[in-house]
């Protein structure tokens, strides 16, 4: 992925997120040069400016051993979503709360972009049809442990 691809999928979910009053700077950057090893994206921001920093893992540089395929756009959301819960992240980081949160946030990222991708496939259909294309993506992907869904 190039940045400026990057860049586009943003300026589109802010969009979609309604952010689009946020000044938000995004890079792609390697696992190893994260705050947090573990973590596929990082966001820093401030609330009162309404700018935000975002750094995302580059596609092929995430680290070996991940239990799910990474996936660029879904860190992407999940970095945005912070931005909508920053009034009630007042939680120590690695606390349970902050963990239910993230699960939270990464719950509705999948979501949001699985949506998404089903409404792409089906741009002619009903919501129903996107629905049971959303259910069927997700099915693909419990079914396949290597998380491809063709």
């Excluded at 943003?10 to 689009?20: H, S």
């Excluded at 700077?25 to 921001?45: P, Y």
């Excluded at 995302?56 to 051993?65: I, N, T, Y």
């Excluded at 099915?139 to 442990?145: D, M, T």
Aim: with cysteine; glycine share 4%; charged share 30%.
């Amino acid at each position: 992925m190039l940045p400026q691809e990057l860049e586009s999928l943003c300026r589109e979910w802010q969009q979609r997120l309604r952010l689009v009053d946020w000044d938000i700077k995004v890079e792609l950057r390697r696992a190893r040069d994260m705050q947090t090893s573990n973590h596929m994206g990082q966001i820093s921001w401030d609330r009162n400016e309404r700018v935000a920093d975002i750094a995302c893992v580059q596609p092929g540089e995430e680290p070996r051993g991940l239990m799910r395929p990474y996936d660029v756009e879904q860190t992407l959301v999940h970095e945005l979503l912070h931005l909508h819960f920053c009034l009630f992240e007042r939680t120590q980081p690695e606390s349970s709360e902050h963990l239910d949160m993230e699960f939270a946030i990464n719950a509705i990222a999948s979501a949001l972009v699985n949506l998404k991708r089903a409404r792409e496939r089906n741009p002619d259909g009903s919501i129903n049809a996107i629905a049971s294309a959303l259910v069927n993506l997700e099915g693909a992907r419990e079914n396949n442990p290597d998380g491809s869904t063709q």
